[in-house]
C-alpha cells in the first residue's frame, strides 16, 4: 500500500523546467529592462516629441497675436526655446540606456533623414540665390560697360537689390513649415545618437579634457578661418543648424538658431556625466549656462560666436576636481594638442593658399 496519494510521489512529478527554458520546452525570451528593471522609458521621447510639435506649433499658430518683441529679445527666446527642448531629447534618449552600436545606428538614421529633409529646402535656396543674382549682376555690368556712373555706389545697390529680390522671392515661394520642424528632429537624432555613442565609450573621466580642448579649438578655428560663415551664408546652413519659429508677432520667420555639432557635444558631457557620476544636475545648468551666455553674448555684440569654447570650459570648469590628470595623461595631452595644433595651422595655410 503506497504511503500517500499518487499525486504527492515525487517520483510522479513532473521536473522543474530548467532555467531560462519555458514550461512547453521553448527557451523563454529576455525581457529588456532598463536601468529601473520595468522596462525601457519609451515613453519619454515620445513625450519630448510631442512637446517639440506643440512648442513650434504652438508659436506658428499664436505669433500674430504675440507682442511686437525686439529683434534680439524674439531672438533669445526662440533659442532659449531650442535649447530648453534640445537638453530634453538629449536626455530622454540617453535614459533609454541602449548599447553604444544602438546610438551609432540611431545617428546614422538621423544622417539620412538630414539629408532627405534638408536637400529641398538647399535647392530652394540655390534657385532663389541664382535668380537674385542674374537680376542684380546686370548692375554691375552695366556699370562696367559705362553706362552708369561706377564706385561704392554701384556695390551697394547691387546689394541692396539683391537683398530686395531674395526677400521678395522667399515670400513667393515659401517653405514648408512641417518639413523644418522634421529636419530640426532629423538633426537632434543625429546629434543625438552620435554624442551619445561617444559619451558612453569614454573610458577614463580625464578622457573629457581633451575632448573638450580639441572641441574648443575646433570651433574657434572654425570661425576664424571664416569655414563657419562660409557655410551659413550657403545653402548648406540647412544641414547643420536648428531652427525655430521667430517668438514676436513683428516676423513670421524661422531663423537659424544652433548648430548641430553644439547639441552633439551636449551629448557627448551629458552622457559621461551619467557615466562617471560627474552630477547630472550640475551639470545640466553648467551647459545651459554656457549655451545662454554664448547666444547673449552673440545678441549683444551681433556677431555669431561658437557655442563650443564656452561650454567646454564651464564644463571642464565645473568638474575639475573629478578629471584630475595623472602626469603622464598631461604630457600625452600636450602632445595630442601640438598635433592638433599643427593640424589646424596646415589646413589654415592650405585655405589661405586654394583660396
Known amino acids: 500500500m503506497s504511503g500517500g496519494p499518487a499525486g504527492n510521489d515525487p517520483a510522479m512529478l513532473p521536473s522543474p523546467p530548467p532555467p531560462g527554458e519555458a514550461a512547453g520546452g521553448m527557451a523563454a525570451s529576455p525581457v529588456t529592462t532598463g536601468p529601473a528593471g520595468n522596462g525601457r522609458p519609451w515613453d519619454l521621447p515620445v513625450r519630448v516629441v510631442a512637446a517639440w510639435a506643440l512648442a513650434f506649433g504652438g508659436v506658428l499658430v ?16 526662440s533659442a532659449a526655446a531650442v535649447i530648453l527642448l534640445g537638453f530634453a531629447w538629449v536626455a530622454a534618449f540617453s535614459r533609454l540606456a541602449l548599447h553604444r552600436t544602438t546610438y551609432m545606428a540611431l545617428g546614422a538614421v538621423g544622417l539620412v533623414l538630414v539629408v532627405l529633409t534638408a536637400q529641398p529646402l538647399a535647392q530652394r535656396t540655390r534657385a532663389i540665390e541664382k535668380a537674385a543674382a542674374i537680376t542684380t549682376e546686370t548692375v554691375l555690368l552695366t556699370a562696367a560697360l559705362g553706362l552708369v556712373a561706377g564706385g561704392d555706389g554701384v556695390v551697394v545697390t547691387r546689394n541692396l537689390l539683391h537683398g530686395a529680390i531674395s526677400d521678395f522671392l ?9 518639413r523644418i520642424f522634421l529636419l530640426c528632429l532629423s538633426q537632434l537624432l543625429l546629434a543625438t545618437g552620435i554624442g551619445l555613442w561617444i559619451g558612453a565609450g569614454v573610458d577614463e573621466k580625464s578622457h573629457l579634457i581633451p575632448i573638450a580642448l580639441v572641441a574648443t579649438l575646433a570651433d574657434a578655428w572654425s570661425v576664424s578661418q571664416g569655414a563657419t560663415a562660409l557655410i551659413i551664408r550657403s545653402s548648406q546652413i540647412h544641414f547643420f543648424l ?18 548641430l555639432t553644439d547639441f552633439l557635444f551636449f551629448g557627448i558631457y551629458f552622457q559621461a556625466a551619467v557615466r562617471f557620476d560627474l552630477g547630472l544636475r550640475k551639470n545640466i545648468l553648467l551647459l545651459g549656462a554656457g549655451f545662454l551666455i554664448t547666444v547673449g553674448l552673440a545678441l549683444f555684440v551681433g556677431v555669431g560666436l561658437p557655442v563650443l ?10 568638474n575639475w576636481r573629478q578629471l584630475s590628470l595623472s602626469r603622464e595623461d598631461r ?14 595651422w596646415i589646413f589654415s595655410q592650405l585655405a589661405h593658399h586654394f583660396g
Open 170 to 178: 522667399e515670400e513667393c515661394f515659401g517653405e514648408s513649415a512641417v
Open 242 to 259: 536648428l531652427r525655430f519659429p521667430l517668438v514676436s508677432g513683428a516676423s513670421a520667420a524661422i531663423p537659424f538658431l544652433i548648430g
Open 309 to 318: 569654447p564656452c561650454i567646454s570650459v564651464l564644463f571642464v570648469a565645473g
Open 331 to 344: 604630457r600625452t595631452v600636450l602632445l595630442f594638442l601640438a598635433a592638433i595644433g599643427l593640424a589646424f
Open 62 to 77: 499664436l505669433r500674430p497675436g504675440l507682442p511686437e518683441l525686439p529683434r534680439a529679445a524674439a531672438y533669445f527666446l
